[in-house]
């Protein structure tokens, strides 16, 4: 089977919710919609406290072209604009809060019926950006720009990206068994936006029965891989790796290698946005762990509130520690007093015992990190280069090319949070570029 | 033997002579004071003047007729080595000292999850920006202490740093270090300053900490000179420039967040000097001279706040400040 270098085989502990359908979070009364939901450009928003919203209707209006904007999750009343704690900056950002009315009323001429195939390009791509559709896998980086290479930059292989190497998670797996046609519909469009005529949906051996089905399904063009397990498999530049062989240049896209990645989540989202017109209300997330009662795949609106989203999981049971996507890559949370965003693919409880965590010692030179790193990179110099805070050695050590994917922390026998230092070493670049950009 | 002592013998000579040579065709030329200058700097590299370092500032003001004294942690002894070595006078560079502006401690300021990781403010600061309750609070990991090249910082007890004050040359090395930006540099002479950056509502504010700025404007309405600037989103800020050193403002706040440095001294009138004009009772901003013309002003010591508008005004120069 096909593989890329280096990675690691944690524990995938997707058993407690693998086999279990997606069930739908009942209508909320209270939701918070985070104003900032991608990856690029700030949005504005558009409604103003007291006004009256219907589902679907757009929030806020992106201000650039790398922005998305929001969508009112139910039909109800915006009941103010304030600042509440953003899950992944974790601090005060702009949020909508609006009342449900009950209703659940679609905004007018919503959802409507259409054939995305007799559409044009450009109208395709505008749909998608207006539906606010951006990368659901987790990093949130808008989708139709995906869609829209630079000329010169020639696609030939659309990937959809079924593997779900997070350990947990398993939104992604119910979403293909329970919503086939979606997803593969949602990437014929895609690869009609691109002009391609080939794709590959790649998933993990670990997930037979989605593999069979789709196999099944899959229209000729479409053709299914089946990768062997191994974790960073879905981070984009390893899955182009594994699947055709191509390596992505250091700094480099995956259009670079005539590639285009789209997670399967946002695969079926491009089909209801194309076909039906509906934005990106809702998401399935996979809340899991053994610190939460009843694990569950949930379809949920987005701007729900995370507790509420706990509570229909049968609440926490001796919960330490809450992670907004999976134990790999997800973002710690101090409160549940946040709402679910367009990238949380899972909502991780783990309790006491499973964070159980001692303190880090020096680096013992062992270069088990080296062997792990999927980018093929040296995560013990730049843990060493994170103590100093010497960002401008680092990046000589191509620091710009990790993807925080989490593997030398996960095999580090010193215990040293290599991934904290490393993202230490870029917040301290980035503040340095601002600086001298100011001067 | 004797051949074996020729030839090693001789290997050396000639290798002297090659290294004879080199060091006067290659030497570097170099002038002598710049070694001299150079060692009455401090020596601590901290990159304050704007120069790579100690040596690359001496090199500088060796070389560069036009150099002027930018370094803020040379002593005046060495200030005026330097001046006699380099044959011209150096101005002083107006000390400068850092200021930590936050009060928010262990015990005033909640924390809003247990941080473990690297103990260092940067890295605490991009998990989920940091375990403070405030967003603009001191995290307390001692960042700015780690970095400063003088010893001129030390952790509390209370989880704060302290600046000591006698060792602090001002070269904001801490400055640059603290993630979010509380440590300031204020001129050495400055009494007071806010210890609060927090732009938060009062509401917020209080949420999270018991000892902020609550942005009541009593200090901006007490302080005679303008010198103090507060809004809603902002906290109290006290304009170095302006400051007269009075002190209204710390006896108005209500929540105490004004930090003396020190108290000023009040003035005195000398009595054989006064001509009794009164210029100095009218600009008294707080009425503590009383007086008839023509005969010698009195200060009231327990009403003077030590502004010394009147040791400006004053013709005849017969207002000083009393040590007190």
């Not at chain 2, 990159?47 to 150099?67: I, K, Q, V």
């Not at chain 2, 640059?176 to 440590?183: D, E, K, L, S």
Request: proline residues 7%.
């Amino acid at each position: 089977m096909k593989m890329f270098r280096g990675g690691i085989h944690p524990p995938e502990e997707k058993e407690s919710t693998r086999a279990k359908a997606i069930e739908d979070f009942p209508l909320s009364t209270l939701y918070s919609v985070m104003l900032q939901q991608h990856l690029g450009g700030p949005a504005k928003v558009i409604v103003g406290q007291g006004d009256i919203v219907r589902k679907g209707q757009p929030l806020s209006e992106p201000l650039g072209y790398v922005s998305v904007p929001v969508h009112a999750p139910t039909s109800g009343k915006i009941k103010e604009i304030a600042k509440k704690i953003h899950p992944v900056t974790g601090t005060l950002s702009p949020c909508i809060i609006m009342e449900a009315d009950g209703r659940d009323e679609w905004v007018e001429g919503l959802p409507c019926s259409r054939d995305p195939f007799i559409m044009e390009r450009d109208e395709l791509l505008e749909a998608i950006r207006a539906a606010g559709i951006v990368g659901m896998g987790g990093a949130t980086f808008p989708t139709h720009v995906k869609l829209s290479p630079p000329e010169g930059k020639p696609i030939d292989t659309f990937i959809i990206n079924g593997v779900e190497c997070e350990p947990y998670l398993s939104a992604d797996h119910r979403l293909m068994l329970e919503e086939p046609d979606k997803v593969l519909n949602g990437a014929r469009v895609a690869m009609k936006i691109l002009g391609v005529d080939r794709a590959i949906l790649a998933i993990e051996a670990n997930k037979p029965d989605a593999i069979r089905l789709m196999e099944e399904k899959a229209p000729p063009e479409i053709r299914v891989e089946s990768l062997s397990v191994k974790y960073p498999q879905g981070a984009e530049k390893q899955l182009i790796k594994a699947i055709t062989g191509r390596e992505i240049p250091s700094g480099g896209l995956p259009m670079d290698v005539g590639t285009v990645v789209q997670n399967a989540g946002t695969c079926a989202a491009i089909w209801d946005s194309c076909s039906k017109g509906i934005p990106l209300i809702e998401r399935i997330t996979t809340v899991t762990g053994r610190g939460v009662s009843d694990p569950k795949n949930v379809r949920v609106r987005i701007g729900t509130l995370l507790k509420e989203v706990i509570q229909f999981c049968g609440g926490t049971n001796n919960a330490a520690k809450i992670i907004f996507g999976g134990p790999m890559m997800g973002i710690a949370q101090f409160t549940q007093e946040i709402p679910i965003l367009k990238g949380t693919s899972g909502v991780l409880v783990l309790t006491e015992k499973e964070t159980d965590i001692s303190d880090y010692s020096a680096c013992i030179s062992c270069g088990r990190c080296v062997e792990a790193c999927p980018m093929g990179l040296l995560p013990s110099t730049l843990s060493k280069l994170g103590e100093k805070g010497t960002w401008e050695r680092a990046l000589k050590n191509d620091l710009m090319d990790c993807i925080e994917c989490g593997c030398c922390t996960y095999v580090c026998p010193a215990g040293r949070p290599i991934v904290h230092f490393i993202k230490h070493l870029k917040a301290l670049f980035r503040t340095a570029g601002a600086k001298s950009k100011g001067a | 033997m004797f051949i074996a002592t020729l030839v090693v013998g001789g290997i050396g000579a000639v290798c002297a002579l090659i290294l004879g040579i080199s060091l006067i065709t290659f030497a570097v030329k170099m002038d002598a004071r710049e070694k001299e200058v150079m060692d009455r700097l401090p020596g601590a590299n901290c990159g304050s003047c704007g120069y790579a370092g100690c040596a690359a500032f001496a090199h500088e003001l060796t070389s560069n007729p036009d150099a002027v004294m930018a370094c803020p942690a040379v002593s005046a002894e060495a200030l005026k080595a330097i001046s006699q070595l380099l044959g011209k006078e150096l101005g002083e560079v107006s000390p400068l000292i850092a200021c930590v502006r936050c009060k928010g401690g262990l015990n005033e300021t909640a924390s809003r999850y247990e941080y473990v990781g690297p103990r260092d403010c940067r890295t605490a600061q991009i998990v989920a920006g940091g375990p403070k309750g405030c967003e603009y609070g001191c995290l307390g990991f001692g960042t700015c202490v780690a970095v400063c090249p003088f010893d001129a910082m030390e952790m509390g007890e209370d989880g704060l740093p302290h600046v000591i004050a006698e060792k602090c040359t001002g070269c904001g090395k801490c400055v640059t270090a603290c993630p979010r930006g509380i440590i300031a540099l204020i001129p050495r002479s400055a009494n007071f300053s806010v210890s609060c950056i927090s732009k938060d509502a009062p509401k917020e504010m209080k949420k999270n900490c018991s000892v902020g700025c609550i942005k009541c404007g009593i200090c901006s309405d007490a302080c005679p000179f303008d010198a103090i600037s507060v809004s809603k989103d902002k906290a109290a800020e006290i304009s170095q420039d302006r400051c007269r050193k009075c002190g209204l403002c710390m006896s108005a706040c209500p929540v105490s967040v004004i930090a003396s440095l020190r108290m000023p001294d009040k003035v005195r009138i000398i009595p054989d000097k006064c001509k009794g004009c009164g210029l100095c009772r009218q600009v008294c901003p707080v009425e503590a001279i009383s007086g008839k013309p023509k005969e010698a002003y009195l200060v009231d010591i327990g009403k003077c706040i030590g502004c010394g508008l009147c040791i400006e005004k004053c013709p005849a120069d017969a207002i000083e400040r009393k040590i007190s």
